[in-house]
């Protein structure tokens, strides 16, 4: 059975930082492309931040020189660290293996003052 769990969301002031986990289990996470989506409420979901198996990386415009995605394959979990956090960030975060349907619970991100 694959699970995603997405942890570390919460409540933090515009310029503050958060550290996004996700935790797989049930799959051969080395092998994947994994990425990092947000929905925030009214919109489509999109995609933030990829990391290719091979170890290749592709930012959205709107998060480039702000997050970093990373992953340890060893420990099956990939990360996302958002710096410099706008209120425009707020939304729901989702880790996703690409080629398949699987998604976690998702984790808030909320950016206010």
């Known amino acids: 059975q694959v699970q995603l769990v997405e942890s570390g969301g919460g409540l933090v002031q515009p310029g503050g930082s958060l550290r996004l986990s996700c935790a797989a289990s049930g799959i051969i996470f080395s092998l994947y492309t994994m990425g990092w989506y947000r929905q925030a409420p009214g919109k489509q979901r999109e995609l933030v931040a990829h990391?290719?198996?091979?170890?290749?990386?592709n930012y959205a415009d709107s998060v480039k020189g702000r997050f970093i995605i990373s992953r340890d394959n060893a420990k099956k979990t990939v990360s996302l660290q958002m710096n410099s956090l706008k209120p425009e960030d707020t939304a729901v975060y989702y880790c996703?293996?690409?080629?398949?349907?699987?998604w976690g619970q998702g984790t808030q991100v909320t950016v206010s003052s």
């Open positions: 996703h293996p690409w080629t398949t349907n699987y």
């Open positions: 990391l290719t198996s091979g170890g290749s990386v």
